[in-house]
């Protein structure tokens, strides 16, 4: 699904899982058709699991926490349900970690659809999904609508209130997606505490006054229809078919001098992040081999001329360690050299098995930098890997240096 999109729902009871590399608060708010929560009973979290007719149900951190609704059981003038979901550890954002939910018939668990929201950035916090009713349909939209104030500011917006001292209300992150209508005022029920602890007062969110086009790049596909060929941003799951395609990878990046100009020697590194963008280990020209050999580095190119990738880099993703969840592909002109100097930079990622090229993302800007990072595969509490298209430019000549930024990148 993409923002905004919809689906009519051909079962009573749907499941909503929504899942990213670190863990996730999920919560399910019951909505009449003001907008508003009814009561504080209609708000369902881990401290109050169960509603009419909604449920929530933990992952324990080893797979991804759930809403599930059944609309026959909901209460008389229950239109609408919201999915939220907010990073667990404090103050962290979405940057770099974007979620996924999976909307699953609820008997079945067979999959009804899946939206990831592009293009997160400031956002603690998320309207994922929604449920609703609509000409006596039920159906699921896509909305991806962030906050940058928690989860107290997606309770304020829909007539929960914390009981918390009086502060400063810090402004909403812009919605990834078109919000919708606003309501007439209600008023608000106390729920407290609700987060385990003090939360910041809520703004309601900054909105367009109508539907934004997605950024250029924005959005996440699969291997569905074969070879991939990503623009800067644009994400892919490395699934076909619903089901993980790869367990051995190569990463193969090349470049040429530009003009024909001297000789250029780039390296070409991973770096391995751990769920909380902790710093795992690096694999570059000095260190050839890392993680129990499940990443390996073909060695050093000094020059870039000639055919083909100039340096490879072999991830075993059945064989990397539990706590490697983030890999970031970089490049470095350890020889001092611009980008501006650089040529027909790419990277590949390539089935081991098969050889087959499968994702490629072609650097079709440069900036007078001597570090770029290419590219990152985070992996999912499913199990698949999504790769990312980078091409962000950083001021240095070795791994070492691409560390902190790359952490921030995730």
Sequence with gaps: MTPGSNLPLNTVGVTVEVAAPVRLDVSGLLLAADGKVRSDADFIFYNQPSGPGVD????????????????????AGIERIVVTASPDAAGQTFQGIEPTATVRDAASGAVIATFTPPQLGAETAL???????????????AVGQGYANGLAGIATDFGVSVDEEPAAAPA????????????PPAPAHPVSPWLGGPAPA???????????????????INLDKGRVSLQKNQTVSLVKGGRPLLSQVKMGLGWEPAFRGADI?????????????????????GKLSILGGAIKHSGDNLTGEGAGDDE??????????????????????????KFTEVAKAYCRLIDAASGEELVRFDLTGAEPQTGVMMAKLIKQFSGEWEMTA??????????RGMVKPASQAL
């Excluded at 929530?56 to 209460?75: F, W």
């Design 172 to 183: 909403a992150a812009a919605p990834v997606a078109p919000p919708m209508p606003p309501a």
């Design 265 to 285: 020697d780039l390296d070409a590194s991973v770096i391995a992040y751990g769920p909380q963008r902790n710093h795992i280990d690096s694999c570059y020209f």
């Design 312 to 337: 490879v880099i072999v991830v075993d993703l059945g064989r990397l360690p539990a706590e490697a969840t983030g890999l970031v592909f970089t490049v470095n002109s350890f020889s001092g050299q």
């Design 127 to 141: 309207v994922v999904v929604e449920v609703y009713l609509r000409g006596g349909v039920w159906k699921v939209r």
């Design 56 to 75: 929530y149900r933990s992952g324990g951190g080893a797979a991804p926490d759930s809403i599930t609704v059944d609309t026959g059981a909901l209460p």
């Design 202 to 220: 809520a703004a309601a969110p900054a909105a367009p006054p109508a539907p934004a086009a997605a950024p250029p790049g924005a959005g996440k």
């Design 390 to 399: 980078m091409g962000d430019f950083v001021k240095s000549r070795t791994v």
